[in-house]
Each structure stands twice: as structure tokens, then as C-alpha cells.
């Protein structure tokens, strides 16, 4: 889980870490049809099948490696990133919280990169949303230069890059926006108190014009909440993960009622498909207690709530994705897997590096990496 308050991880920028690399577990590799490569081994443009491009990044074994979409400056680290249609965009901060937004067609990044704006501060959970780019980011800068709570915000992708912040009067100083989510049925945020971490914290609903006067346009879902922590939403639903009091909700869009669906789960990133939830934890994993383990794990559990399985356990979760009956997800060990949602054998994607962000789209699994200081994507079958 990304900071509750901006704590970006720039120890990511001196770790020197290595790219991805890619799953080189040797595997018998079909015959080529006729007219195909003749080594599916290595041809990055028939890489273990005829026709299954890497898209930019080496083959080898008949695996795809991931390719560099877009690289960062050393100085600064990926803070967000979306893909909708033939459009990617993500954002970029330094160490002064002096950030940008970038947008090119996912296609061709290369030849059609250009800068949206570079009049935001540490923009995140980013989203896009007809014609605008919905996302959270600091409204201004403290008397020590530090950044003031994350807000949701806006800005129009054909536009000048000037920010349009949505729920200024309900993000005050000690107050942030800790989960976010955009659809055409409005914007859903999940806000917290850092000086009231019991009772502070609240969700609700804005239309996409968002709340820009007095907060009364907030359709509230729930308050006096111990620390809401991430979101995903639907047209009718909004599931949240409660981080004080370790439960995961679900609220009804237009009613507001709330339902309990699983119980000791710090979940810190969630992820949805049609029918499930997937979430992972982040606990520290070094407590300096002498034979003390933490174990962090990823699960899924349905919407309805009930019994949710374990599928994966790992490091602490950065990001987790659902696409194709798979749950695809990333920990701070530099580890990059999926596993099916069902539970099963997990699949190393590549390892070496941290990922945020992660999200599948036309068969390949996009994602940011701090350490390499680079957007990039992996084909995946």
C-alpha cells in the first residue's frame, strides 16, 4: 500500500536494482506451423507460439521479457499509472514533490509521448474516464516544504494540464484521501484522519463534477471510520477495506447500506473482477523480534462475502490485478506473479524488481517500477 500521507519509497532510487527478468523455466516448445519462426524459443515476434509478440521485449525459452514503455529520471520515481483504450498515462515525482503527468498511446509510447502537466505534486491512483484524467494528488505544499494531504483531483487530457481539485473543502490539512476510484457514475473516496485515526475517517460519493464547495454534494456511504484504507467500485457497489479495524465492506451505491463481507483482513491493495475480490497485505516483515515471522499473503474471496482462500504467500503486496481468471500481483521482495483466483501453483513472471500499479490489458500485464525508474509491460498467455 502506497503512504496513507505521501511517504513515497525512494529508497527505491538507490537500490541499483536489476530490470524484471524474464521466467526462464525451460519448456518444450511446440513445432512452428509452416510460414512461422523457425525458433519459438528465441523470435520475440513468435516467442513460444506463432503470432505471440513480447511487444518490445526479449524471448527466451519461449518466454517474453518485459518491455521498457517509458523511462523516468534517476532522480524521480512512477507514482501512477492507467491504461483505457490506446491510451496510458502515469505520473512522476522527485524528491521535492515536483511532479508530472505523462500521456502516450500504449501502442506507441515512444512516438507519441508527451507531457500533460507538470503542475501536480505526486500523482496517484490514476484514472481516466471519458475525455478526463481523475486522480489524487497534494492540493499545496507545507510551510517545511513538505506535501499537504493527497485530494482527489482532475484534468482534461486535451487540455492546458491545469488541476481541478474536486473535494477541497473536505480535505483539510491533517485529512487525505486514502482509497479512490472514477466511473462515469461519479467518483467514490475514502478519506482518513491522521490526528483522529479512530473515528475520522469516512466514504462517500460525489457526482463527477466532485464536491468543490461544501462537501453537501458528498453522498455519504459511512463515517466515524478507523482508517479507510483502499476502494474499487461498480455502478451499483463499493467494496472498501477498513485498515483500523481490519474488515473489508461493501456498500450500496444509493442506499449507503453497509455489509460486512470479511473480518481480520488488513487489506492494503484490492483489485476486482465480474464476480470476486482479490486483495493482499503489507505488514513489515522485519519486527525485530527474535522468531517472529510475518507471512503476507494474497486472497480472493466473492463479493457476497463468505469464505475467501489464501491463493498466494509472499512478501509485502505492492499491487495486485484480476484478468482472465488469474490474480496477478507484485511484492517488495521484487517478485512479479499470478496465480488462478482459484488457488494453485504460482507462476514467477519475472523477479528482481519492485512493481506498482499493475493492470492487464489486450494480453499484456502493464506496470510501474520505482527501482528501474521505467513504466513497462509483459505479455502474458
Known amino acids: 500500500m502506497r503512504s496513507l500521507f505521501i511517504a513515497p519509497l525512494f529508497v527505491c532510487l538507490v537500490l541499483g536494482c536489476s530490470a524484471p527478468a524474464a521466467n526462464t523455466t525451460a519448456e518444450k516448445q511446440p513445432e512452428p506451423e509452416p510460414g512461422c519462426s523457425e525458433d519459438l524459443a528465441t523470435d520475440p515476434e513468435n516467442c513460444g507460439a506463432c503470432g505471440n509478440s513480447c511487444g518490445g521485449g526479449a524471448c ?10 517509458a523511462s523516468i529520471p534517476s532522480t524521480s520515481i512512477p507514482t501512477g499509472l492507467v491504461v483505457s483504450g490506446e491510451t496510458m498515462v502515469w505520473g512522476e515525482t522527485d524528491k521535492k514533490y515536483n511532479g508530472k503527468i505523462h500521456v502516450c498511446t500504449a501502442s506507441d509510447c515512444e ?12 500523482p496517484s491512483r490514476l484514472a481516466v474516464v471519458g475525455s478526463s484524467l ?14 499537504s ?6 484534468m482534461a487530457l486535451d487540455g492546458d494540464g ?37 473515528t475520522g475517517g469516512l466514504t462517500g460519493v460525489c457526482p463527477m463534477a466532485g464536491c468543490p464547495a461544501s462537501g453537501t454534494e458528498l453522498n455519504l456511504l459511512e463515517k466515524d471510520l478507523p482508517t479507510p484504507g483502499e476502494l474499487v467500485a461498480t455502478d451499483t457497489q463499493v467494496f472498501a477495506s477498513i485498515l483500523g479495524n481490519g474488515t473489508i465492506v461493501s456498500y450500496d451505491r444509493k442506499s449507503a447500506a453497509k455489509k460486512v463481507l470479511f473480518e481480520a483482513e488488513i487489506a492494503s491493495v484490492l483489485a476486482q473482477d465480474e464476480t470476486d475480490l482479490a486483495w493482499g497485505t503489507a505488514v513489515p516483515e522485519s519486527t525485530g523480534t527474535p522468531g ?7 486472497a480472493v ?13 509472499t512478501g509485502e503486496v505492492t499491487s495486485v490485478a484480476m484478468a482472465g481468471g488469474y490474480v496477478y500481483f507484485a511484492d517488495l521482495r521484487g517478485k512479479l506473479a499470478r496465480v488462478l483466483k482459484t488457488g494453485g501453483e504460482v507462476e514467477t513472471l519475472a523477479e528482481g524488481d519492485t512493481c506498482f500499479d499493475l493492470q492487464v490489458h489486450e494480453g499484456f500485464l502493464y506496470f510501474s517500477s520505482p527501482s528501474s525508474h521505467s513504466i513497462r509491460k509483459l505479455r502474458v498467455r
Do not use: H
Request: charged fraction near 20%; aromatic fraction near 8%; include cysteine.
Open 292 to 298: 517472529v515471522t510475518i507471512k503476507n499473503y494474497v
Open 162 to 198: 491545469a488541476p481541478q481539485f474536486l473535494m477541497a473543502a473536505l480535505v483539510m490539512r491533517d485529512r487525505a484521501a486514502t482509497g479512490f476510484a472514477a466511473s462515469s457514475r461519479g467518483i467514490v473516496v475514502a478519506l482518513a484522519d491522521r490526528a483522529n485515526t479512530k
Open 301 to 313: 474471496g466473492p463479493k457476497t462475502g463468505g469464505t475467501r482462500v489464501k491463493v498466494a504467500e
Open 60 to 69: 527466451s525459452d519461449g518466454k517474453c521479457g518485459a518491455a521498457v514503455l
Open 149 to 154: 494531504a493527497n485530494a482527489p483531483a482532475r
Open 111 to 122: 512516438g507519441t509521448k508527451r507531457m500533460l502537466s507538470d503542475r501536480v505534486s505526486y
Open 134 to 147: 481523475y486522480y489524487t494528488s497534494p492540493m499545496f505544499k507545507l510551510a517545511d516544504g513538505s506535501p
